[in-house]
């Protein structure tokens, strides 16, 4: 899913190509895309866009008499920038909105459309999209640390969770605690104020580092690289792949469709998380820590048939 660093590379693509350009056409290919009936997308036609902005994970389009588009790319939706009135000819486009410039068209892989639309009129009306949290690269000290320990759950729930923090996901999530060197199942409470600090210093500097990575890379262009798995990456999506700091392999837990991804040596002082899934097929065989795991691929290399 798109998170906080991916969501400003295309506020700052869109701001430089839509602002105060006026909305010729909405086409919608695939009418599950609307989540609204009203206002009806008929009244946003040759409107101006006043802003582009964000709301957690949202896109929202701002338009004159408080009129708002908002648009949620869930995990596989992708915009892409095309020539004024370009056929929605991809099997995976579900609508394209048209400026004299260019048209603006969302596209969403896989067979779950999850992605959403919702027009609105009223200011009040953006109220029922936020969820609470906070916005990580604004806060301060003691707003961060209220938002961290407001629940006792783990650093990743924590993170992840947009009552608390806004714009987080599971990629960012995973590179920001092997930033701080913290392990993803430390339980928010048990920090103490020095830790609390580290991690929210590798908050601001790990999502603002890739923000502005992200628009660089994209400059003059549209960004259509917009990926949760980047090979610069220091621990997500890299199971398996040695640490950039000491070499360490990443390691993984696993549940349900997500993947958190971190080095024990750097995060969890050597020390093996559990994954539900090999942890419950071996039990009491589950290896505790790297020495174990190695013993434990080794003697299983020495089996033979």
């Known amino acids: 899913m798109p998170e906080l660093p991916d969501l400003d590379a295309y506020l700052h693509a869109l701001r430089q190509r839509i602002l105060a350009k006026p909305l010729l056409e909405i086409r919608l290919k695939s009418p599950f895309l609307l989540r609204s009936v009203t206002p009806p997308l008929e009244d946003f036609r040759g409107r101006r866009v006043k802003a582009v ?4 994970k949202r896109l929202v389009f701002a338009f004159p008499d408080d009129y708002f588009l908002v648009l949620h790319l869930m995990v596989l939706g992708r915009l892409h920038w095309k020539a004024p009135g370009a056929p929605l ?3 995976n486009t579900l609508a394209s909105f ?3 410039d260019g048209s603006l068209q969302l596209t969403e892989s896989g067979t779950k459309k999850r992605a959403s639309l919702h027009a609105v009129a009223g200011v009040s009306g953006l109220e029922g999209f936020r969820r609470g949290g906070i916005e990580p ?5 003691a707003a961060f640390r209220e938002a961290l320990t407001r629940e006792n759950h783990t650093l990743k729930r924590c993170l992840t969770d947009p009552r608390l923090f806004s714009g987080i996901g ?3 999530s995973d590179e920001i605690l092997h930033r701080a060197r913290l392990s993803p199942l430390t339980l ?13 210093a590798a908050t601001q500097e790990t999502l603002s580092g890739w923000r502005d990575r992200l628009v660089a890379e994209a400059e003059g262009e549209f960004p259509e690289k917009v990926t949760a798995f980047r090979p610069e990456m220091a621990v997500h999506g890299r199971y398996g792949l040695p640490c950039p700091v000491c070499a360490t392999p990443v390691q993984r837990i696993r549940y349900a469709d997500n993947e958190t991804n971190y080095c024990p040596n750097c995060q969890t002082g050597g ?13 009491q065989d589950w290896p505790r820590s790297l020495e174990e795991m190695e013993g434990f691929w080794t003697g299983a290399r020495e089996i033979k048939p």
């Open 89 to 91: 000819s991809q099997k």
């Open 188 to 200: 928010s409470q048990k920090l103490d104020a020095d830790a609390i600090e580290t991690l929210r």
């Open 98 to 100: 048209d400026f004299s």
């Open 170 to 172: 599971n990629a960012y």
């Open 137 to 141: 690269l604004e806060a301060t000290a």
């Open 53 to 56: 902005d964000r709301i957690g």
């Open 271 to 283: 020390r093996l998380l559990a994954d539900r899934a090999l942890s419950r097929l071996l039990k």
